[in-house]
């Protein structure tokens, strides 16, 4: 099982981005699917979850200008951005984990994409 995250590049701030994620390797989806950003030197951390049913959870930083969607016929995950800031500038990254969990921490996950830079030019 792969996960492809695609959509990152370099965007002014005030613009917009939606990222994708491909799930490959398996015909059903995952309960849980995430979306992760890092700079270089800083954790990982959580930007948006959403499971199977379609209940979403957000972090403070982004909501209201992020949103995170599925299509579970086609495996995919997108996170839609918009309103992006320079603090926004980072590598992200997909998750994903078979059943449902909080999914608010890197340790929910157990599958990882390999992350698709956005950088945000103010």
């Known amino acids: 099982v792969q996960l492809q995250a695609s959509g990152g590049g370099l965007v002014q701030a005030g613009g917009s981005l939606r990222l994708s994620c491909v799930v490959s390797?398996?015909?059903?989806?995952?309960?849980?699917m995430g979306w992760f950003r890092q700079n270089s030197g800083k954790d990982r951390e959580f930007v948006a979850t959403?499971?199977?049913?379609?209940?979403?959870v957000y972090a403070d930083s982004v909501k209201g200008r992020f949103t995170i969607s599925r299509d579970n016929a086609k495996n995919t995950v997108y996170l839609q951005m918009n309103s992006l800031k320079s603090e926004d500038t980072a590598v992200y990254y997909c998750?994903?984990?078979?059943?449902?969990?909080?999914?608010?921490?890197?340790?929910?996950?157990?599958?990882w994409g390999q992350g698709t830079l956005v950088t945000v030019s103010s």
């Open positions: 959403i499971r199977r049913g379609g209940s979403t």
């Open positions: 998750a994903a984990y078979e059943e449902w969990t909080t999914g608010l921490a890197t340790e929910d996950y157990d599958i």
């Open positions: 390797g398996r015909t059903f989806s995952f309960n849980t």
